[in-house]
């Protein structure tokens, strides 16, 4: 692969995107550690090739890439403007289609696939329109109320 964009990566010769295991102990001390650094890669436009190179999930990697901050391999923070289009390309499981298949894609650090992405549309809709229904009976009881 083509390494050339690292030279120009605005992280390039700092320290401390991948911290030495000795240096943290637990999530929220990785997290200390790490998020003064993520800021860096705001105006990174290489941050699809970041995540395809160091492919957080598959190595279950800790310390800050593309834009996320990682631990095991799962994101547990990220700049406000990170997209899916930036992560790497999703693999099909049993569970695709699914809400669960979904979370799957997430945990692995990809772009959910077009059958979970219709699922998770599919099913905000549901809840959404669920809560219309619940709100609209809610009024109801209320009108019900002030009319007896
Ligand atoms: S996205 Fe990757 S290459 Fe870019 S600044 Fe962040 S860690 Fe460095
Ligand atoms: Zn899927």
């Not at 003064?36 to 890439?65: H, M, N, W, Y």
């Not at 499981?93 to 549309?121: I, M, N, V």
């Not at 619940?134 to 002030?146: I, K, S, T, V, Y």
Request: include cysteine; charge should be neutral.
């Amino acid at each position: 692969m083509n390494r050339d964009w690292t030279l120009s990566a605005p992280c390039r010769g700092q320290n401390g995107f991948t911290p030495n295991e000795d240096e943290y102990s637990s999530e929220g001390a990785l997290k200390r550690l790490c998020w003064p650094l993520l800021a860096t890669c705001g105006p990174c436009p290489f941050r699809s090739e970041c995540i395809a190179t160091v492919k957080p999930s598959q190595a279950r990697f800790d310390g800050i890439a593309g834009g996320r901050l990682w631990w095991g391999g799962i994101v547990v923070g990220a700049l406000d403007d990170v997209c899916e289009d930036e992560l790497t390309e999703p693999k099909l499981r049993a569970s695709c289609g699914t809400e669960a298949g979904a979370k799957d894609h997430t945990r692995s650090g990809e772009r959910p696939c077009p059958s979970c992405a219709q699922a998770t549309r599919e099913i905000a809709a549901r809840r959404r329109n669920e809560k219309a229904r619940q709100d609209r009976q809610a009024e109801q009881l209320q009108l019900d109320f002030a009319t007896t």
